[in-house]
């Protein structure tokens, strides 16, 4: 079965791991203050879940889960994540993060930041446009009527191939935007961001979108 590395265990990273688990994964998750400060999260999630250092979630993912605010990316260890799929769940909030002119003025997108940070990573955006609680909330079984959708966007095929996949085993259908350099769509404040919608609307939505406000 597949490792999954979660470097971050705020509202996001807990949640993924949540579902991660309940769809069978093995789940080595980290966080800035010490595996000592997830005791109680591991103890929820049980025996296939531990606790370890961001290096070591890196390390022992076959595919790591990247959930850190955008003002924290630069901490994340590169080396551990070399070669491997990385899901990245960041969003831009100024108030949090800092202004960051090439986001203000629509240059780039906040994966194609860490892209940046993560050069020989596969980087495919997921997770980012859901609130936390939702996650293990609204998935259902694949044919379900007007199924939950979520987007995703990237480079790599393969990294694509397998977030359609894990979205469709913790409950949820994709809807791939394109390359990294299009999931501004599903940024914040874009039609996309938070709603509930199916696969669908979800489509709909990221076709209104602006690139800026």
Request: charged share 25%; hydrophobic share 40%; glycine share 8%.
């Amino acid at each position: 079965m597949t490792t999954l590395g979660i470097i971050g265990a705020g509202h996001i990273g807990s949640q993924v791991a949540r579902v991660a688990v309940a769809a069978g994964y093995d789940v080595v998750i980290a966080n800035s203050r010490g595996p000592e400060t997830l005791a109680a999260l591991v103890e929820e999630l049980g025996p296939k879940a531990k606790a370890a250092t961001a290096v070591e979630a890196g390390e022992a993912g076959d595919v790591v889960v990247v959930t850190v605010p955008l003002r924290a990316i630069d901490q994340v260890p590169a080396e551990p994540l070399a070669g491997k799929i990385v899901l990245d769940t960041n969003n831009y909030y100024f108030e949090r993060d800092g202004h960051i002119d090439a986001l203000d003025n629509g240059e780039t997108t906040t994966s194609e930041i860490v892209q940046a940070h993560l050069p020989t990573s596969r980087i495919a955006k997921a997770f980012n446009h859901i609130y936390a609680r939702d996650i293990t909330a609204d998935g259902t079984p694949a044919g379900t009527p007007d199924r939950r959708a979520l987007a995703t966007a990237g480079d790599d095929a393969d990294a694509i191939e397998f977030i359609t996949r894990f979205y469709d085993e913790v409950g949820f259908d994709t809807v791939n935007v394109g390359p990294l350099s299009e999931s501004w769509r599903v940024e914040r404040d874009r039609p996309a961001y938070v709603v509930r919608q199916n696969a669908e609307e979800l489509t709909a939505n990221l076709a209104l979108a602006n690139r800026l406000p």
